[in-house]
């Protein structure tokens, strides 16, 4: 199923190629995903619910056109009752057996983050008094829109797109999604990629939880090539949760990546910048704080969505790291994912970390 919009461009000329319009497939409109312990997995030819709620599976069949250049994922959010910030993803599924989901690796299309409680709290008295005077308001929703041109080989014919949310709320979330696509009239001929999804550790289907045993050890995975094949790509995202001071979600950890046993990529995913999401936060919890400035003690307020965090704030989307693996013969490789200083769960903190993983030749 599929309803489409269209928008006529003007045309734009270059050397090769030229825009004709832009198309719009949207997904899901007002989707509600939200926990029900009680839900009764809904399933149809077109539609799945599983996860007590928590996920929302649709068959949906793309354009048919061998000229889109570019595509984009939007995605739409605003809080229905959760005040909470949950991870989330919206992926695609492209070999998929609905019977044996847990043996499904999704190719992540966007993974973004819930601010708490954008648009349902905002004119509780109580949440008022707390708005920082640097915003103007609160806002009533937030968009993300992330450029997945490089991901277009699959995106085609009929498949089966994914929409999670971690939410333990009864209420949780109404989410819009949709793919933009500008379409050319191509005078070169582009050549195809493959896309491998190699991992996905997020915990989205029933019976997973959230992975720990980085602490132990590395995750690997191989693949194989049929032919040599010039700049291969691996795109990887990661973000490190559980909570309190001491959790991996706010504490810098080293990832790793390794190609065929040999380090390729170190770094250390943080985001600082968390508190320039604060007018999407409005049921953040706010501590008060003391400083000093120039011998006089200072009262400041900080939101718990304003810190710091391993790879993503409260409202934000997760960008890919690109790894350029350069040129790889035919035959068997491996890629090696590992974050030495990872934590177990323990008692005091719920350690563990979303990672998925790509390779595109």
Request: with cysteine.
């Amino acid at each position: 199923m599929r309803v489409l919009f269209f928008t006529v461009f003007l045309i734009v000329s270059c050397s090769q190629d030229e825009v004709i319009e832009e198309q719009t497939l949207k997904v899901f409109e007002e989707q509600k995903i939200r926990f029900d312990s009680g839900l009764i997995n809904n399933e149809n030819e077109i539609t799945r619910t599983i996860g007590s709620g928590r996920v929302v599976l649709k068959k949906i069949e793309f354009p048919v056109t061998g000229n889109f250049h570019r595509a984009n994922a939007i995605i739409t959010l605003k809080s229905i009752g959760d005040p909470w910030d949950k991870s989330g993803s919206f992926f695609i599924l492209p070999e998929a057996d609905l019977d044996n989901l847990n043996e499904v690796t999704s190719l992540e299309l966007l993974r973004f983050i819930t601010p708490f409680g954008v648009g349902h709290f905002n004119n509780k008295e109580n949440i008022q008094k707390l708005k920082p005077s640097y915003i103007p308001r609160w806002e009533d929703d937030i968009t993300w829109e992330e450029d997945i041109s490089h991901l277009l080989p699959v995106l085609k014919d009929q498949v089966w797109v994914g929409l999670y949310i971690d939410t333990w709320s009864n209420q949780g979330w109404s989410v819009d999604v949709s793919f933009k696509f500008d379409e050319y009239y191509t005078k070169t001929n582009k050549p195809l990629k493959t896309i491998f999804p190699l991992l996905n550790t997020t915990p989205m289907f029933p019976g997973q939880s959230g992975y720990d045993k980085f602490a132990s050890e590395p995750i690997t995975k191989k693949f194989k090539l049929a032919k040599d094949h010039e700049n291969v790509r691996l795109y990887y995202l990661t973000t490190g949760h559980g909570g309190h001071s001491g959790g991996d979600e706010f504490v810098k950890r080293l990832n790793v990546i390794s190609l065929n046993d040999k380090v390729i990529k170190k770094f250390i995913p943080w985001r600082d910048d968390c508190a320039s999401f604060r007018r999407f936060n409005p049921s953040s919890g706010v501590w008060t704080t003391e400083a000093e400035w120039k011998g006089v003690i200072i009262e400041e307020r900080i939101a718990s969505s304003d810190y710091s965090r391993s790879g993503w704030c409260p409202g934000s989307k997760v960008t890919p790291e690109i790894i350029e693996l350069g040129k790889l013969l035919k035959g068997e490789h491996s890629i090696s994912i590992s974050i030495p200083e990872a934590q177990i769960t323990t008692e005091e903190f719920f350690n563990f970390w979303n990672v998925s993983a790509y390779i595109i030749y």
